[in-house]
Structures are given as C-alpha cells and as structure tokens.
C-alpha cells in the first residue's frame, strides 16, 4: 500500500546502533541512556551489513530528531490545543521481522512482519517539545531481509481520518465486466461524514495515480470510479464496497496475452478536504483450479498448477509481486503459521490462522500474479504441513478462504 502525497519527515540516516544485551531493551527509550558505545547505520533493518553485527539476532536502535518548522508549526501547544485537525503518526515498514517501538519514552506497539506497513498515532508526544526520540528493539527469525529491499521510518500528517489497511479481491471478470471488493479499515478521529472516493483506472492513465497529487481532485465520476458518504465513528470503521468496470482490459499470464495493469486509488475526505489517500496496482483477472488443473479467466492454463512458483517462507517485498505481474509470472504465496505459538487448542489455531490469513491477504491480494495460497504451519524453521491433523489442516484451508475466496488453498503438503 503506498500512501498519496502529503506532509511527512523520512527519518532516514543519523540511527545509533549496536547489539542487544540481556534486558537492555528496559532501557533503550531512556534519553539519558549512554550513547558513547553505539555506532551510526543507516535506516533500521539491515544491521547484519554493519561493522560487527553480522552474528547478532537482535540490536537495539536510537534516533533523536527534531520537526522541519513547516510541520511543527502545525502541531499546536503542549496543552494539547491543536491547530486545526491534524493527526500524527510514526509510520514503520520493513525495520524487522520481529520488534517493538517506542517514542519519547512511550512504547507505541509491535513491529510484528516486516513488510507490513506499521501506523502509530503521536500526535500528543510530538506537541510535548521540539525534540524527540525514536528507539526500536529489532530482531530477525529465520529469514533476513536482503540488502535491496528498503526500509522506512517517517513522522506523516494526516486529516481527521486515516486508511489504516486495504484489501481489493476482482471477484468478477469478464471482457464485458469486471467487479471489485474494496474492504477498508479508516481510523477517525471522531463522528464525521466522510466522502470516500475510489478510482481503478488503468496504469498507463492520464489521470492514474491521482492520489498522490497533493490537491487530489477528481473532475467527474467515470467508469471505474465510485464514490460513497460514510459516517465514520470515532476509532476504527471497517468498510467494504463494490467497483464495476465496463469493458476493462484483462490481464493474462505470460504467452496468453497482455499484461494489462490498473490503478487503485482511494481518498477518504472530511468536510471537503481529503484527509488520506492510497495507492495500489492490480489487474483484472480471475483463476480457479478445475479437475485438477489452473484456469484464468475461465481459459484452462496449458501447464496447469505447475505453471506455478511457489514463494516459499514469507510475504514477499511489494517491488517482487510488482515484476511478476508486468512479467506474467504466475505465483503461489505460502503463508506461514508459527506452530510454536499453538498448543493444540481449537481457539488458538483458529486465532493464528485468521490472522495469518488475513495479514496474508491485505500484503497481496491485489496483485494477479498472485494466483494461489498455501499456507503451511512452521516450527523451528522447518516445514509442518503434512504432520497436520485433518481438523487443523480444514481449520488453516478456511481461515485463507474467507480471507480471500477469489483464489484457489491449496494443501500444504503439495509442490
């Protein structure tokens, strides 16, 4: 998910570093903390490149850092007077795969996955002074994250009102037709009618990637375009809604034709002035397993389920399924349950499950190269699925479908 314009202060470079002793987390938020043993990196999440930490499997980060005036002077006083209805968040991605972050001395939550995108409201922290402190304890599992893949760390300002995560399935799709689910999570500040506009449009568009124009305007309301007037309550508001496209272009595995790519955007505003905007790729295609075998959009595929790579481990970086659909490579994404976490109770595994699923669902599922999942319980590294029993191998196969029902599960134990 890629946010639209807007004003935001990349913390990049200036981060302290160094190895995570015993406990030391207790005190990495700590301003007083000595700082003369650490050594400066880049942006968190490759520590294993820096002079020293190559072996580690946990380290601990520290930055200190100061607003540019121009967003500062949005924030308002201490007393929590705030100038208009700016929010503020610390928005993460890529740090780690396993870690925790903390503002100014506040924990502010987990880092759990390291290519979701993670959003924590700081609007009161930042109105308490100029100076700041973001720390972050960071650990790997199994895998780490290659050297290309990019790291992010920024303060951003939003409205009232913010898209915290977005899932679009094409359930429907046809020369003639095609019909997309958006489901959206919007976290508001308050009760507020909000204006919800939302356009797929293809990628090579005049008018695609409209989000990230800062004034965001839309001329008229088209084909592949909607728009709806939600009430939003204060907290979190999920949302779900249609979008019909008449004629749209199809996209095709590689060698049965073109690869035609389109642009999701979605703008929630407030009073008239948008307030968030995000940004996704897709293409308009279906698939589904008959008799054994891989059709898309309904046209049975000459190599079958073997024309399939299985991406194996984890949720791949956004830029991977990107060049797999102007490729027209076909993929089938494992999903991976930490079967250390699960003792056998029927709640437990159901939990897991639905939230691997979902997590699963919301990083990919808009991309059509993606045309099957496969999720597979993991302990210690190591691959569980036909260990599974019957009831638990149902129970993970149902929590990916009704996360994502457009693409054929398939049973773990298949290659």
């Known amino acids: 998910m890629t946010a639209g314009s ?4 990349a913390l990049a470079g200036g981060w302290l570093v160094r190895a995570a002793g015993h406990g030391e987390w207790r005190t990495v938020a700590d301003r007083e903390l000595d700082e003369s043993g650490w ?27 100061e607003l540019p005036a121009e967003l500062a002077a949005g924030l308002g006083s201490p007393d929590g007077n705030a100038v208009g209805d700016a929010r503020w968040w610390f928005v993460a991605s890529g740090l780690c795969e396993l870690g925790h972050l903390w503002l100014d001395g506040t924990y502010l939550g987990d880092l759990r996955g390291r290519h979701a995108e993670h959003a924590f409201e700081v609007s009161h922290l930042l109105r308490a002074g100029p100076e700041h402190l973001a720390a972050v304890e960071a650990s790997h599992g199994a895998v780490r994250v290659p050297q290309s893949e990019d790291a992010q760390a920024q303060i951003e300002r939003t409205g009232p009102a913010r898209i915290q995560r977005v899932r679009a399935l094409v359930i429907e799709a046809s020369p003639d037709r095609a019909v997309l689910r958006i489901a959206a999570t919007v976290d508001s500040a308050g009760t507020h009618r909000s204006e919800i506009t939302t356009t797929v449009l293809p990628a090579d568009h005049p008018d695609a990637g409209w989000s990230r124009d800062a004034t965001r305007q839309v001329a008229s309301l088209d084909d592949g375009m909607t728009l709806s007037e939600p009430v939003l309550a204060r907290g979190r508001n999920e949302l779900e809604w249609l979008v019909a496209l008449e004629r749209p272009s199809l996209w095709w595995p590689a060698g049965l034709g073109d690869q035609a790519l389109y642009c999701i955007d979605i703008d929630v505003a407030i009073d008239g002035r948008s307030s968030h905007a995000v940004r996704l790729p897709t293409g308009i295609r279906t698939v589904s397993v008959r008799r054994g075998g891989l059709a898309v959009n309904g046209e049975p595929h000459r190599d079958g389920l073997d024309a399939l790579r299985v991406i194996e481990h984890e949720l791949s970086h956004p830029g991977f399924y990107e060049s797999a659909n102007t490729d027209g490579r076909l993929l089938c994404q494992q999903v991976m349950l ?8 029927e709640r437990g595994l159901r939990a897991l499950a639905a939230q691997a699923a979902a997590a699963a669902a919301d990083h990919a599922a808009h991309h059509p190269s993606v045309a099957a999942w496969q999720p597979v319980p993991v302990a210690d590294g190591h691959r569980r699925g036909s260990g599974l029993s019957p009831w638990a191998r149902r129970t993970v ?4 479908h009704r996360a994502d029902p457009t693409r ?3 049973p773990p134990d298949r290659r």
């Open 6 to 9: 807007g004003d935001a202060q």
């Open 39 to 65: 050594q400066t990196t880049s942006t968190p999440g490759r520590w294993w490149l820096d002079a020293g930490l190559a072996d580690e499997s946990a380290v601990l980060y520290r930055r200190r850092f």
């Open 338 to 345: 930490d079967a250390s976490v699960f003792t056998g109770a």
């Open 397 to 400: 196969r149902q929590a990916m």
């Open 408 to 410: 054929p599960v398939l």
